[in-house]
């Protein structure tokens, strides 16, 4: 990948790289029938406003609605009117000033890898990000990127110098702006070093009247806090400036299965506190002999063979049984993004239903939750490719207000724990979601009832008193910032906070 920082992109060649066939390009907006026109129909409008000159596309062909009008989890379908394809972020200022002044409700869309329709907009404008995706610089000081820049990109560009980001999500086919937008969970990465959010130097933004600003902990540092995990409420994060750290050249993981949820608790709580290895977790698969198996990774350079006596000490008898596998550094962390690949080009994966669950649970909590759950879950609760996640976090690492953490939790340690649930076959099931929705809320109660809070990239259906609860005591604070942000209220209407 190039680093050098591209110029603005011609029509001809904006349409050359998307591989666009027939577009239909907007030229305005209708103030009365509330709906983008053509140029030919422009002329017969008596109300029209017209678009201001782009450097990219804004297109409302049939097939660039379609793509935008559900995510991956095929839950909500929202169709927009019109689609940005921004040749710079001049375009998108442009575009939200424009959104602002006309009351149309503006939706940035990366890889389109949400779960219940947080990049979605019913008769809005989506901001397709990814085509900005300039890597502007890498080196020991940071990674300077534009916001639709892919992390697996950016992770391979990375380690060409021997660098890593810190926080690594499971999936990386995912945008830079997204998941700082949802917080970004480092399953990856070390389980010590918090979200993606808290690796964020520098971010520039475009507020919800086309306000182009940079902040940062000392610079406009209110947007920075509402930005980062903020769900796109106050502003379109176009560009960040991110940590990186020195990578190792290998990964070994060990395996060790469980067949009682204590034992398991009790084992990677001690190697948790010790704090040897670089990830720590479990995919959980209920109903078997061993329902739960952890998954400790040490990361380390050639010629550095980790010794499983040391790392494995004073655990359970079973853990004598562990077996590990070896990888390239590249290769562990793009893991579960190939295997969703491999889903993807063989099962049909993009088409499946996935009402996914994922709740963060207080360290005193934890072991009788998961043993609650597990004990109510049945075959089409996970589906055919589906499964559970369990992982520790270091609660002092995550210091971002808008990414809810469990309040007054006992010990050093919250859990995420996830059902990540899809359906048995392809296309629209409105009944099965329903039901898994249901279920999602049912989940969600019982964490709230032991202080347990929701990460939002999951399908839960939320009532204003729910969000309320959620943001608690930065509620408040969060509705100050959408009013001075946002204040025609336009921005990223899918999560339904405001």
Same mark, same amino acid.
């Given at each position: ?18 591989? @666009? +066939? ?5 030229? #305005?907006?209708? /103030? *009365?029938?509330?709906?983008? =026109?053509? !140029? ?68 940035? @869309? +990366? ?5 219940? #329709?947080?990049? /979605? *907009?019913?008769?809005?404008? =989506?901001? !397709? ?370």
């Amino acid at each position: 990948m190039s680093l050098t920082e591209r110029g603005p992109v011609s029509r001809r060649r904006f349409l050359a790289r998307w591989g @666009a +066939g027939t577009v239909v390009l907007v030229a #305005g907006f209708d /103030l *009365v029938a509330r709906q983008w =026109v053509t !140029e030919a129909a422009a002329a017969d409008s008596t109300s029209f406003a017209a678009a201001p000159s782009l450097d990219g596309t804004l297109t409302f062909d049939a097939e660039s609605l379609a793509a935008n009008a559900h995510d991956q989890g095929n839950i909500v379908f929202r169709t927009p009117c019109a689609v940005l394809r921004p040749g710079s972020v001049r375009d998108i200022r442009k575009m939200v000033a424009f959104c602002s002044d006309h009351g149309i409700e503006v939706a940035p @869309a +990366g890889a389109h890898h949400a779960m219940f #329709g947080q990049p /979605l *907009v019913s008769g809005g404008l =989506v901001i !397709e990000t990814r085509s900005l995706n300039t890597v502007h610089s890498i080196g020991t000081d940071g990674a300077d990127v534009d916001a639709g820049v892919l992390w697996k990109d950016l992770i391979e560009a990375a380690y060409e110098q021997g660098l890593t980001p810190a926080s690594i999500t499971s999936y990386t086919s995912t945008t830079v702006g997204g998941t700082l937008s949802m917080g970004g969970i480092g399953m990856m990465s070390s389980y010590q070093v918090g979200a993606q959010v808290d690796h964020a130097q520098r971010l520039q933004v475009v507020t919800g009247e086309g306000h182009q600003k940079w902040c940062s902990d000392t610079q406009n540092s209110d947007l920075f806090e509402a930005a980062l995990a903020g769900l796109g409420q106050c502003g379109v994060i176009t560009r960040a400036t991110l940590d990186l750290v020195p990578a190792k050249q290998s990964a070994r993981t060990y395996r060790i299965g469980y067949a009682d949820i204590p034992t398991f608790f009790q084992d990677i709580r001690v190697l948790a506190n010790r704090g040897e290895f670089d990830s720590l977790g479990s995919i959980p698969q209920p109903g078997t002999a061993q329902p739960l198996t952890l998954w400790a990774t040490v990361f380390h350079n050639t010629g550095e063979v980790p010794d499983a006596s040391h790392l494995l000490r004073g655990l359970s008898p079973v853990a004598d049984t562990a077996a590990f596998e070896d990888y390239g550094y590249l290769d562990y962390i793009s893991l579960v993004t190939d295997m969703y690949d491999a889903f993807a080009a063989n099962l049909d994966w993009d088409a499946k239903v996935k009402p996914w669950s994922d709740l963060f649970l207080p360290d005193g909590a934890v072991e009788e939750y998961v043993e609650a759950m597990f004990a109510s879950l049945t075959p089409e609760d996970l589906g055919p490719t589906g499964f559970g996640l369990i992982f520790p976090m270091l609660r002092s690492s995550y210091g971002r207000p808008l990414l809810r953490l469990p309040s007054g939790a006992s010990g050093p340690w919250v859990w995420l724990v996830s059902v990540l649930t899809d359906s048995a076959r392809s296309g629209p099931d409105p009944d099965f979601a329903s039901r898994m929705m249901d279920r999602n809320y049912r989940f969600y109660q019982d964490a709230a009832a032991v202080g347990g809070v929701r990460y939002p990239h999951g399908a839960c259906a939320f009532t204003e008193a729910d969000w309320q609860a959620h943001y608690g005591s930065m509620w408040t604070r969060f509705v100050s910032w959408k009013n001075e942000y946002d204040p025609n209220g336009i921005l990223t209407p899918g999560p339904g906070i405001f």
